[in-house]
């Protein structure tokens, strides 16, 4: 079955190592580093230099294992102290971070025996802290390491379609899902472009009409989205109506591998449910035709988590990993990463 929505004013088918240098100095604390803009080969977009700077410039930090002049483990990360706490996490608006670890040897008993090492040697490098938390994306090898390791870990979960997929995506979805695209494109049109203003507005609007409070960061979205679409890394996405009225939007961020549906928003009293669904469809036709896996980004809540289930896509595991200082364990508990705020981690 071939489905064809609008995707601007006309009907138009749609369905279809970066190299640090020391630089010298400290500032405040932290080291600088100089990168290479031509990007990491293979890295994840959310372990790119730029991003950190973008996303917490000023507040960041790397450390390296090195033997014999080798670099065999790294990991950037975002510091922080809060009610006189210090973090170590991934930045804002992140959503999953790991360590680079090239452990030798090929035989399974020794990449786990040398990924323990190389951890450790990591960790004793960190700053001084009371709490570390990362997400894991689902391509990680590290998370028994890290529990080896002495961190505690949780399952969290996202969805993803791999590329190159020989099956009908319409088929797999639910039928009411299916009915609810093709009714969405009779009633909007998808256009791409690079405004983050329209985005910015749109959710504003939201979050005034319905009573909410603004948690959205604006100028650290608009600086990680200046900066991925300066290296052709983002793009926008939004449902319009025939009257030019903007019901739905969302931000894509991608790397070589990965597309995510890393920012979304919409009217909801003029979306409904199908804005959304058009939007996550033409969102998984773009990944496709640059053959690359669609990641829908993980989920705020267990309602959401079975509204994406209903396109088809495969859940996979995001693993949360932490660790901290007897004294932060007793002040808060672990109830405390899954706190208000902590949200974002858990599912985001």
């Keep these: 079955m071939n489905f064809y929505p609008k995707t601007g004013p006309e009907w138009t088918a749609a369905f279809g190592l970066t190299i640090l240098q020391w630089v010298g100095g400290m500032t405040a604390g932290k080291q600088s580093f100089v990168e290479n803009e031509e990007g990491r080969k293979g890295v994840s977009i959310f372990d790119e230099q730029w991003w950190f700077n973008a996303a917490c410039p000023g507040a960041w930090d790397r450390r390296e294992v090195r033997r014999d002049n080798q670099l065999l483990a790294s990991l950037s990360f975002h510091t922080f102290k809060k009610f006189g706490m210090r973090y170590i996490q991934m930045p804002h608006l992140t959503r999953t971070l790991q360590p680079e670890v090239c452990p030798p040897g090929q035989k399974p008993v020794s990449r786990l025996k040398h990924q323990v090492s190389l951890l450790g040697e990591l960790y004793k490098s960190l700053p001084r802290h009371d709490r570390f938390e990362l997400c894991l994306p689902p391509e990680t090898d590290l998370a028994f390491a890290f529990v080896q390791s002495g961190f505690q870990a949780k399952q969290t979960y996202t969805f993803r379609a791999a590329p190159h997929s020989s099956a009908d995506p319409l088929a797999a979805m639910e039928q009411k899902t299916r009915n609810v695209i093709k009714t969405a494109a009779k009633r909007f049109y998808v256009e791409e472009h690079w405004d983050i203003e329209r985005f910015m507005r749109l959710s504003r609007i939201e979050r005034a009409s319905s009573g909410q409070k603004d948690r959205f960061d604006y100028p650290a979205i608009t600086r990680i989205f200046e900066a991925s679409r300066l290296r052709n890394r983002a793009m926008i996405i939004s449902a319009v109506t025939d009257q030019s009225i903007e019901v739905a939007t969302a931000i894509l961020v991608w790397d070589e591998r990965v597309v995510y549906y890393w920012l979304s ?64 364990d007793g002040l808060f508990g672990l109830k405390s990463a899954f706190a208000s705020g902590g949200s974002e981690l858990r599912y985001r």
């Design 265 to 328: 928003v919409r009217n909801a009293q003029l979306s409904g449910n199908g804005a959304n669904s058009l939007l996550l469809w033409h969102a998984a036709d773009f990944a496709q035709q640059r053959g690359a896996i669609f990641d829908l980004d993980g989920f705020l809540t267990p309602q959401n988590g079975m509204f994406l289930a209903k396109f088809g896509f495969k859940p996979v595991v995001r693993t949360f990993v932490t660790r901290s200082t007897p004294f932060w």
